[in-house]
């Protein structure tokens, strides 16, 4: 019986390139499909609430949810003024406001920790803080890139040799 021959160190990289590219490949992917759903959940929100144009309110939230807190944040407040815009009582600026917020939180605290944070098996004080270091140093980009980033980082650390320090620090739950 023969041993395999030793993988080159250049084969390595090239292996551990790909497995970073598959997963931040998985994490977009993921967070596109919950980003169009949480589009025509408010699209037909909107709709039900008698917002005009409610396919442009699903596009733009679907669109703007890929920037984490900003994007949101950003959604309600703009719905919330066209809605005020465009309704005379408040009860229906309120059921607008109110049907994206609640849309946005089931997004937010379920299907994407549901969907996404299973997969990437992250600290979320660490997701957290990256996006808050990203946002801080290098703005909307920084905030954009930081989730991919860690992923990345973990990936290395899982096939790095002397790696499993720094995926314990990455991991939700420390040392296995």
Request: aromatic residues 10%.
């Amino acid at each position: 019986m023969t041993n395999p021959a030793p993988i080159s160190l250049l084969d390595r990289a090239n292996l551990d390139r790909d497995a970073v590219r598959r997963e931040v490949g998985r994490f977009y992917a993921t967070t596109a499909l919950i980003n169009v759903g949480l589009g025509f959940a408010t699209a037909f929100a909107m709709m039900w609430c008698g917002m005009p144009n409610p396919f442009l309110w699903g596009t733009m939230a679907g669109l703007l949810n890929f920037i984490p807190y900003v994007g949101s944040t950003t959604t309600l407040i703009v719905l919330t003024l066209v809605a005020i815009v465009s309704f005379d009582g408040l009860g229906r600026v309120i059921a607008v406001a109110g049907s994206y917020l609640t849309l946005a939180t089931i997004e937010g605290q379920f299907v994407q920790p549901l969907l996404v944070g299973r997969r990437l098996r992250l600290n979320p004080m660490l997701v957290f803080l990256a996006l808050w270091f990203g946002g801080l140093f290098w703005g909307a980009a920084g905030i954009i890139l930081a989730t991919p980033a860690l992923v990345a980082l973990k990936v290395v650390a899982e096939n790095a040799n002397g790696g499993q320090p720094l995926l314990n620090f990455l991991s939700p739950h420390g040392p296995d």
